[in-house]
Nanobody, 118 residues
Framework: QVQLQESGPGLVKPSQTLSLTCTVS??????????WSWIRQPPGKGLEWIGY???????YYSPSLKSRTSISRDTSKNQFTLQLSSVTPEDTAVYYC??????????WGQGTRVTVSS
């Protein structure tokens, strides 16, 4: 069973870059056909998919967030990282990392709350 754990600061100032890391255990982020996603849920709203890092190292981002999003990985640490630039209070949310194949999400992290505020 793959386990995922998000880590990063809980408070980010407006205009700064939000950076979160997901540490994966029980499986490799380079395993064929798995994708590693970031998803968020703003207060009182539904889930919003942000983007993924594929097993191959390729990335794909939500069109609405693409201009501000970057996902990278460190295969030696079995981690992948989200960077979201120029944040505003509207980026306040619980951020999750997850393992998926297409639209089937097999494993999720517990989520980490990020507040954007001065």
């Amino acid at each position: 069973q793959v386990q995922l754990q998000e880590s990063g600061p809980g408070l980010v100032k407006p205009s700064q870059t939000l950076s979160l890391t997901c540490t994966v255990s029980g499986g490799s982020i380079t395993t064929n056909y798995y994708y590693w996603s970031w998803i968020r849920q703003p207060p009182g709203k539904g889930l919003e998919w942000i983007g993924y890092m594929a097993y191959s190292g390729g990335t794909y981002y939500s069109p609405s967030l693409k201009s501000r999003t970057s996902i990278s990985r460190d295969t030696s640490k079995n981690q992948f990282t989200l960077q979201l630039s120029s944040v505003t209070p509207e980026d306040t949310a619980v951020y999750y990392c997850a393992q998926n194949i297409a639209v089937r999400f097999d494993s999720w992290g517990q989520g980490t709350r990020v507040t954007v505020s001065s």
